[in-house]
């Protein structure tokens, strides 16, 4: 299927690859855009990458060549018949055509074989979904789409092209996953029971967590409905693997709290609503989007149904454990897991600061432990991830409370700078001892109280009652 369409009229396309393809087109070679950018350019989505094929080129070599007439070359994926291409920091990659076999077990364990007289057909039949598989001929200017991909769009379909090929790569599964949530589609029929099955196998089970994660990466940031994902994920069975999600199903709320249902229901709103924060580095955001999907997990084992009242006493604390462990299926970032784990952890102490009338020192001491900024984003997430007539009204008082007093108090998202030092210490007579560390945690505590706020009243202190 041909749809023939200008696409200087309506998609970018840099000149450096333009230029390139005259220059190819001299060769008898053909340019065709491949992949993402032209899914993305029939989704409306902004076009980040471009992946460039050539068709009918004799050798790698001659077209490492010519690339390198109009800039740089990295030949990290050479022997892949991938060229990356740099060209005003700006990089592209260009590939010859190529099919895929399955030869052993493992993402590493295909043997992959450069083509150039492939036609696009034979060329895209070894992508996974047929929407990854269109092209765009850039000399003749038109869009190739021998798998009938538009039709998938229009319906809002994600639909695989080829059994055999597809259930080569386990990974096809998590990839399916997170497109349906970015692009908001519904599993093709037969896409959903050829990925049932490969949930089964042990291939899937082996799937190496760097893989893994990227594909939760890409489901968590790049989705304005992650839960979409995540209840794919329950319908394919592929919870059974991630036990602390899966635990939290059926879990009942207190339907005060909790009317939208229970921990599992709430979860994904509460996801949903993380994912709608904007203005903030990848890193945070993954930060975020992980903790307001863990916090709850303490519900699992914390729950409790005494006199028709549903209580879950102590979940922050017991949700530490299970969150890491999820987490450390996914990845070894000790750091950032023990950062999500403690939001986890203080995720209730807003509204219940709100709700205490916490004095000033509470919240000096709570910007030592946690960043307040980043705990009132999950506990906010939480809070609207709900049913409740204030959630539906988007307000979250405890939150917008808490803020605006770390604010007023300097400690946003970072805790009090302490007033003094080592040196200061010494500047005033003192020798370095093992008694320094205790001296100035002293004077750090008195700091957070509220009894010493300058340099000047510190080192008061410290000489009226610390020097004999």
């Known amino acids: 299927m041909v749809i023939p369409l200008d696409i200087d009229k309506i998609m970018q396309i ?7 393809s005259k220059t190819l087109k001299k060769q008898n070679a053909k340019t065709i855009i491949v992949g993402g950018s032209v899914r993305d350019y029939f989704l409306q989505l902004p076009i980040k990458d471009y992946d460039i094929e050539v068709y009918g080129l004799n050798s790698i070599e001659k077209l490492e060549q010519i690339l390198q007439k109009f800039g740089k070359v990295n030949l990290v994926g050479k022997s892949f018949g991938v060229l990356k291409f740099i060209y005003q920091n700006q990089e592209y990659d260009f590939s010859f055509p190529r099919t895929e076999n399955k030869i052993s077990k493992g993402h590493k364990g295909f043997d992959i074989q450069c083509n150039s007289s492939l036609n696009f ?10 929407i990854n598989a269109m092209g765009y001929d850039i000399e003749e200017k038109k869009f190739l789409d021998p798998f009938n ?11 695989h092209i080829d059994n055999h090929s597809f259930i080569e790569d386990p990974l096809r599964v998590y990839r399916a ?4 949530a970015r692009f908001e589609y519904t599993l093709d029929k037969k896409t959903f029971e050829l990925c049932k099955q490969m949930v089964k196998k042990e291939e899937f089970k082996e799937l190496p967590k760097e893989r893994i994660y990227i594909e939760f990466q890409k489901l968590l940031l790049k989705s304005s409905k992650p839960s979409i994902g995540l209840k794919l994920m329950r319908e394919l069975g592929i919870l059974k693997y991630y036990p602390e999600l899966q635990a939290i199903i059926d879990i009942p709320q207190s339907p005060k709290w909790h009317p939208e249902g229970d921990v599992w229901t709430h979860t994904l709103m509460a996801v949903d609503k993380m994912a709608l924060v904007e203005n903030i580095n990848t890193k945070k955001k993954l930060k975020l989007m992980l903790a307001t999907l863990c916090h709850d997990f303490g519900k699992a084992t914390h729950t409790q149904i005494l006199s028709n009242k549903i209580s879950a006493k102590g979940h922050e604390i017991a949700g530490i454990e299970p969150t890491k462990k999820f987490l450390y299926r996914l990845t070894t970032e000790h750091r950032f897991i023990n950062d999500i784990a403690l939001l986890v952890e203080y995720h209730m102490a807003p509204s219940q600061y709100f709700r205490n009338g916490a004095k000033d020192k509470t919240i000096r001491k709570l910007s030592t432990k946690i ?16 049913t409740t007539p204030q959630a539906l009204r988007g307000e979250y008082l405890a939150g ?4 605006k007093k770390a604010k007023e108090l300097n400690v946003y998202n970072k805790p009090p700078k302490a007033l003094i030092q080592g040196r200061d210490l010494i500047s005033i007579g003192l020798k370095p001892s093992k008694e320094f560390k205790k001296i100035l945690n002293m ?4 700091q957070l109280n509220g009894d010493i706020s300058t340099y000047k009243e510190a080192i008061a202190f410290v000489k009226n009652n610390l020097i004999r």
């Open 14 to 20: 840099p000149n450096i690859i333009k230029t390139i």
């Open 371 to 386: 960043n307040i900024e980043e705990l009132v984003a999950v506990a906010r997430a939480d809070f609207l991830g709900r």
């Open 149 to 159: 991909a538009k039709n998938d769009i229009k319906n809002k379909i994600l639909k």
């Open 121 to 130: 057909q034979q060329a895209s039949s070894r992508r996974d979904f047929t």
């Open 400 to 403: 917008d409370w808490l803020l």
């Open 177 to 180: 996953i997170q497109f349906c």
């Open 443 to 446: 004077i750090y505590n008195k």
